[in-house]
C-alpha cells in the first residue's frame, strides 16, 4: 500500500506551529462569541437574547448551566425528531444514542454537520501528536483499526437518523480517511458483537494493521481472540500486527489496564495514546506521554466551563473557564458547541494538570461518585485504588464495579463490595484478601471523608471483594444487551436491582 505519511507528516508540521502560537483564553474567546454568532435566529438564541451578547459574561448573564434532561423537556422533546433551527442553525441531521440519563436508559445528543467535522479534525489532531512523538512513523502505510460499535443507523425522518457514535462516524467519514481505514463497511455494520469479533480478527490478519483504538475493556476481549485465532501461543500483538506503531484508548481509565496492555505490546514499538471522545464532542488528545493528561482542543467548535463538583447543587455556582481554572480541582465539565448545546453539562469530571497547554485527566462522572454513606469517593480515587492493589498482588484485573452494601441487622455496618475479574484465574483466597486490603489502604490516604468514615471501623467496613470468572463482565453486558465496543462496564453501581445481577454472577461469600 502506498505510504501516505508523508502527507501528514506535512499537514503536523503546520498544525504543530499552530498550536504553539495559541493563546488559550483568546481562542476560546473566539470560538464562543463564533458559536453565538451562528446560532442566531433559532428557538434558543431568540430566547435567550443572543444578538446582545458580545462578552462571555453576557452569555453567562443570560443562559444558565442545564442537563440533558432540562434540554430535552424544553427544547428537544415535542420537535423530536426534527430539530429545526431549535438550539443550533438547520436540521440536525443525526442523534448519538448515550446512557446515563436519570430517568431512562437511552438519551439522543444531537450531532450537527459542523461537530461531525469538529470530530474528523479531533482525530487529525491525534494522529499529528503521534508523528510529532515519533519521526520515523508510517502510520499510514497500512490500515487504522477503529474497534467500534454497530455502525447501523436509525432512520427516523428523512435526513435524520440516530446510533452509536462509531455508526454516524462511519456514515460521513471522508473518501482519504476510508482509503486507509479497517474494518471495510460489510464487516463494520455486523450488530452481533460476539459474530463481529470472530470476522475481524481473521480478516485483520489478512492486512497490514499499522493503528488500533477503542475502549480498553472491549480491546482486551478482541486481542483475546484475535491471539486464539493467530496460534500466538506467546500472547504479543507483535505476532500478528508486526508493524503496529499506534494503540489508541478512551472511554474509560487506563490505569486499571495499563499492566495488561503493557505485556501485550511487550516486542512491539506502538505507543499508547489516550483521547476523550463523548457523544457531545471530542474534547481532547494526549499529546505527551502516557499519564501526562489529555489536551483539550480548544480551537474545534467547543467552548469549555467548569463547574467545581462541590459546586453542584449550590444555588451560585463557581463556574470557570480557561481563563480562570485552578489545578488539582475536581470540575464537572460543561460544554457549549456547533450542535447546540449551550452551557451543557456533560456529566464527567475532569482536573486540571496544567493551564498552558490545558490539559486534563478524566476523574470520573458526576453521577459515579461512591457515597452511599457520605464518602464521597470519585471514580480517579476507585481506578487508582484497584490499579495499585492489583499491582500489590502481582495481578492483571480485566475489569470492576463497586456498588454498596448496607446494613440488614443489628450492629451491622455497611461498606462496599468490590466485583472484580482477574486476567489469571488462580487467583485465590489469600489474594484476594490483601487486594482488599491495599484497596482499603489507597482509599484511606487518597480521601480523608473515606478515611474519617473508616475509623475505628465505626462508619464502615472495610471492603470486601467478590472475584468474577475472565469473561464474566462479558457475559453480563450481553445479558444487558449491552455488549459491544460503544458501551462501559459501569464503574460505580448504585441501582441495588442492577448490582444484584452482577453479584449472582460473582463467586462471592458475604455472610462469611
Known sequence: MYDATWVLRAYANRRLRQLKRMKPEETQQRVLLSLVRRARGTQFADQHEFEAIQSLADFRERVPVRSYEAFWDTYWRDPFPRLVNCTWRGTIPYFALS???????????????????????????????????RPDSRVLAG??????????????????????LSGI???????WAGLRYFPPRRLEGIADWEVKVERLARRSLQGDIRAVGGTPSWLLIYFDRLLEIAGAAEGRIAAVYPD?????????AWAP???????????????????????????GVADGVDGAGLRLLLDNEIFYEFVPVSDLDASEQDCRWIGDVETGVNYALVVSTAAGLWRYLVGDTVTFVSRDPPRVLVTGRTSYTLSAFGEHVIGTELETAVSEAAAAIGATVNDFAVGSMFSERSGQRGGHLFIVEFADRDVGAALIERFAASVDSVLLRLNEDYA??????????????????????????????????QNKVPRVINDPELFATLRKLARENLDG
Open 143 to 164: 490500515r487504522c483499526f477503529m474497534l467500534g460499535g454497530s455502525t447501523g443507523l436509525t432512520r427516523h425522518a428523512r435526513g435524520v437518523y440516530s446510533g452509536d
Open 99 to 133: 446512557s446515563g440519563t436519570t430517568r431512562g436508559s437511552t438519551k439522543f445528543i444531537p450531532v450537527s454537520r459542523e461537530i461531525n467535522r469538529s470530530n474528523t479534525r479531533a482525530v487529525a489532531d491525534l494522529l499529528v501528536h503521534h508523528v510529532a512523538n
Open 257 to 283: 489496564y495499563r499492566d495488561r496492555f503493557r505485556a501485550l505490546l511487550e516486542g512491539s514499538s506502538a505507543e499508547t495514546r489516550e483521547v476523550y471522545p463523548a457523544s457531545e464532542g471530542f474534547f
Open 452 to 485: 474519617a468514615h473508616r475509623a475505628d471501623g465505626w462508619g464502615l467496613e472495610p471492603p470486601r471483594v467478590a472475584v468474577l470468572a475472565p469473561g464474566g463482565f462479558a457475559a453480563w453486558m450481553k445479558d444487558r444487551g449491552k455488549l459491544g465496543g
Open 244 to 252: 503496529l506503531e499506534l494503540l489508541v484508548h478512551g472511554g474509560v
Open 169 to 175: 462516524a462511519a456514515a460521513v467519514r471522508p473518501a
